[in-house]
Antibody, heavy 119, light 107 residues
Framework: EVQLVESGGGLVQPGESLRLSCAAS????????ITWVRQAPGKGLEWVSA????????YYADSVKGRFTISRDNSKNTLYLQMNSLRAEDTAVYYC????????????WGKGTAVTVSS | EIVMTQSPASLSVSPGERVTLSCRAS??????LAWFQQKPGQAPRLLIY???TRATGIPARFSGSGSGAEFTLTISSLQSEDFAVYYC?????????FGGGTKVEIK
């Protein structure tokens, strides 16, 4: 069974940093792109970032470009999202999702980890 | 950026009724369109990808259609467990974008 488990969320002050992790199991991790999607309280879904299976192609939403960095360690079956210079508008539940092997639709989702940016 | 517009924003439906949700793209996304269902407090779940292919385990009452810039998700006979918010997402172009969602409520 494919499983994705996010961790690393919490309460931080504006300007601070946080690193999210997504531990994967049940599939050949290195073969699949993975994405991060977030959802602000009471709002819709917003795509944040994606990375291909090998880790050498990365993609970002304009709202996080230059502040967030996506990476993966295929030896540990783990995805990361390094979030710097956090803003109040980054407050959201962050989900990682396995995409299709060739196309970037979100096939299997984790349960999410909550990030709150507030002073 | 491709803007995805879903309509209606919400609708009230009785169990057993047929429901049709719309998703429109600001430019063609060919057939690279997915639909998701999200219930309160839960992560989204993939229903449809490739505009019309049901994901694993999705009941046959869910069907998707369309191509280019106009898409439809149809639930043939709404069940109690189908009351949720539905989102479309295009994956033809970067950045990936979602529609604003359609909330299906009990009438």
């Amino acid at each position: 069974e494919v499983q994705l488990v996010e961790s690393g969320g919490g309460l931080v002050q504006p300007g601070e940093s946080l690193r999210l992790s997504c531990a994967a199991s049940g599939f050949t991790f290195s073969s699949y792109p993975i994405t991060w999607v977030r959802q602000a309280p009471g709002k819709g879904l917003e795509w944040v970032s994606a990375i291909n299976g090998g880790g050498y192609n990365t993609y970002y939403a304009d709202s996080v470009k230059g502040r967030f960095t996506i990476s993966r360690d295929n030896s540990k079956n783990t995805l990361y999202l390094q979030m710097n210079s956090l803003r109040a508008e980054d407050t959201a539940v962050y989900y990682c999702a396995q995409t299709g092997i060739s196309y970037y639709y979100m096939d299997v989702w984790g349960k999410g980890t909550a990030v709150t940016v507030s002073s | 950026e491709i803007v995805m517009t879903q309509s209606p924003a919400s609708l009230s439906v009785s169990p057993g009724e047929r429901v049709t949700l719309s998703c429109r793209a600001s430019q063609s996304v060919t057939s690279k369109l997915a639909w998701f269902q999200q219930k309160p407090g839960q992560a989204p779940r993939l229903l449809i990808y490739g505009a019309s292919t049901r994901a694993t385990g999705i009941p046959a009452r869910f069907s998707g259609s369309g191509s280019g810039a106009e898409f439809t998700l149809t639930i043939s006979s709404l069940q109690s467990e189908d009351f949720a918010v539905y989102y479309c997402q295009q994956y033809n172009n970067w950045p990936l974008t979602f529609g604003g969602g359609t909330k299906v409520e009990i009438k």
